[in-house]
């Protein structure tokens, strides 16, 4: 018997014979998200809020627009499509660096609740995110990623797990039964 092919973002059993990863839903949230990003990127900014964006002087913007070949715009993030309507520029930026890191904790964090929401799924559970979900999953985010392992230390680690692998499935499922708890206290509140 052939698996059931499921939408790899939100776990949705898709249409027999479907060729995609993901559910019809799920295309239509990102198309609405897109469709955010690029409506952001076609309102255009005047010097003034560009200099502020840019993190340059408003006399060095004005320069930037009006010699694009001594100062090519690309590299200020300005859009070919700004131009000048009577003494004013109406400039159009693309996505900054610091905006594509926080687009890049935003997709993180949106796939580390959709993990969560198939994880109850997984566990017969009411999939909705709570608001200590929602901490933990922004806990996260601030968290600096540990220390890569050596090789050495990655084999040490592995021998300590086989030599000690009762003690540490027990804190496994104890640190699992507190979060499912945690979950079923919830959906109980929810329910009364």
Known sequence: MKKEKQCIW???????????????????????????????????????QAAVIINKSEGHVRRVLENPEKYPWENYGIIESSH??????????????HEKEIAKQLINIGESALNILKIKRAFSLNPVITPNDMVSLLECQVTPPPRKKTPKERSEQKERIKQYFDGYATSLISALSEIICDWLEHDQASVH
């Open 10 to 48: 939100c776990g949705d059993p898709l249409p027999r014979g479907s060729r995609r990863e993901t559910c019809y839903r799920c295309q239509e949230l990102r198309l609405e998200s897109l469709a955010r990003q690029l409506e952001v990127r076609t309102i255009p900014v005047n010097v003034k």
């Open 84 to 97: 000048r309507l009577g003494k004013e520029w109406r400039v159009f930026l693309t996505p900054l660096e």
